[in-house]
């Protein structure tokens, strides 16, 4: 559990001696950006491929103190790059203990707080609040209503005895909850227009209304949100005013580079077994290939998630294998890329007129990645003495239930092995399975070169490279 700091103070009283002035939001999170790059520390950690694009207009736009809205398709880390903002807070933050809204003790504004204010004087409690407790965050749906967003008139409240028009009768919405901190739409577009009416005021004039009233709450909320470009003609679109009263707009994109791609897989898979960073090259490279085809709809995008779900699916298939034939430790290698594109095929949207084609699709593409990593790893490398060896009979067999010291032993002696291996990072010393793991990518790139043949058994799960 996150705790407040033993000597921070308990009253207005003992708040006000210690000098605390109260900061808005916005200010409060100019400040902490402003130091954080003064001081050279990266205030976006786990963003990866955004530094020369995204983050610096992000960081414009917040030291502006603009409210944002985030462009993009779906998995480019819209909402990722959003939870990030919390870190730009204050960690703790003083609040008037029992408040509804978390209003700063100097500056109360619903009826409660300011009679309690006024009730009490320097006695009035003061709480602290963790700066992950003032990021708040709604995925807009249909059903979403302006209760949800802004308020609306709490029966029990007025069963109570309270007079209808009476502002303690209002159970706040998540938008006036959010007072002094962050408050995240995703998918903005889809809350219905009327409903996105209701935010016109909040971000404009900073007060609310509920059921034909208006409160005046000098409400201090970093408004920010996401959206699809496609939701702007499809499933809705933000209302010409809402866009209006957004300070920035800012596209996003997925990773312009294959590092950067292979950055975001290592450091979002949860990997069951080892896979290399060859291997994760060859995914990036085939994500990148589906953003490319034309035989993909690239209106709904290619996510990042499918990439980290293809790596996954990778090191699970080489933990069954591992399983199955009692080798440890379970590593990655080409063979277990075969498993993805009949496992992820449904989280592609292809265009009409590619029914029942989608596994050669991918298969297709596949192979290229594959290809293309190992021309760039292995340039200039000359594997002819692997090609004669194969073609002088030492014929290598592959499968889920063959291990790889088998694959290794299926070859003979060779420098050009050794140089394979070092290639890929791959020491000596290492284990049977990640030394076959890169001999297997050599032999896998002379066969799409068309250098060996490849015959493959769909009943014993096996593949045997030859002349």
Do not use: C
Request: charged letters at 25%; hydrophobic letters at 45%; proline letters at 7%.
């Amino acid at each position: 559990m996150n705790m407040p700091p033993a000597t921070a103070p308990r009253t207005v009283g003992e708040l006000r001696a210690q000098g605390h002035a109260p900061k808005a939001v916005k200010a409060e999170i100019r400040d902490n950006l402003l130091a954080a790059l003064r001081a050279g520390r990266d205030p976006w950690p786990g963003i990866v491929g955004f530094g020369q694009t995204v983050l610096p207009q992000l960081e414009r736009a917040l030291l502006a103190g603009h409210d944002i809205v985030l462009l993009g398709e779906r998995g480019q880390g819209k909402t990722r790059l959003l939870r990030t903002l919390v870190g730009l807070l204050d960690e703790w933050s003083p609040v008037i203990e029992g408040s509804e809204l978390g209003e700063h003790p100097l500056e109360p504004i619903t009826p409660r707080s300011l009679r309690l204010a006024e009730e009490l004087g320097d006695a009035l409690p003061v709480a602290w609040r963790h700066r992950s407790e003032r990021y708040s965050e709604k995925l807009a749906t249909p059903d979403t209503s302006v209760g949800d967003l802004i308020g609306d008139v709490d029966p029990v409240k007025v069963a109570e005895g309270r007079a209808l028009g009476d502002p303690e009768t209002i159970h706040f919405g998540l938008v006036p909850r959010a007072h002094r901190g962050i408050v995240a739409v995703n998918e903005l577009p889809d809350l219905a227009e009327r409903i996105q009416v209701a935010l016109l005021n909040v971000m404009e004039e900073r007060d609310i209304q509920v059921r034909g009233y208006t409160l005046r709450l000098p409400l201090e909320v970093l408004l920010v949100a996401t959206a699809n470009p496609e939701d702007y003609t499809n499933r809705g679109r933000i209302i010409t005013p809402l866009k209006d009263r957004f300070g920035a707009e800012i596209r996003t994109h997925y990773p312009r580079s294959v590092a950067a791609e292979v950055d975001v897989v290592r450091q979002e898979a949860d990997l069951v077994a080892e896979v290399g960073d060859p291997l994760l090259e060859v995914l990036a490279r085939f994500v990148r290939n589906l953003r490319d085809s034309s035989a993909i709809d690239q209106r709904s995008g290619v996510s990042a998630r499918f990439a980290v779900a293809a790596a996954e699916t990778v090191g699970a298939a080489a933990l069954r294998r591992a399983a199955l034939i009692g080798e440890d430790p379970a590593v990655a290698r080409p063979i277990d890329l075969e498993s993805v594109p009949a496992v992820l095929r449904g989280k592609l949207e292809f265009e009409s007129g590619e029914e029942g084609r989608e596994t050669e699709h991918l298969t297709h593409l596949l192979r290229r990645a594959v290809a293309e990593t190992a021309r760039d790893r292995f340039a200039g490398l000359d594997l002819g003495p692997l090609v004669d060896a194969v073609v002088d009979g030492h014929l290598v067999a592959t499968g889920e239930r063959v291990p790889g010291a088998e694959v290794l032993a299926a070859l003979p002696e060779l420098p050009v092995l050794h140089e394979v291996a070092a290639r890929l990072d791959v020491k000596a010393t290492d284990s049977p399975g990640r030394i076959a793991a890169a001999v297997e990518l050599a032999l896998e790139y002379l066969y799409l070169s068309r250098k060996l043949a490849k015959d493959s058994s769909d009943t014993a799960g096996t593949a045997v490279y030859g002349p």
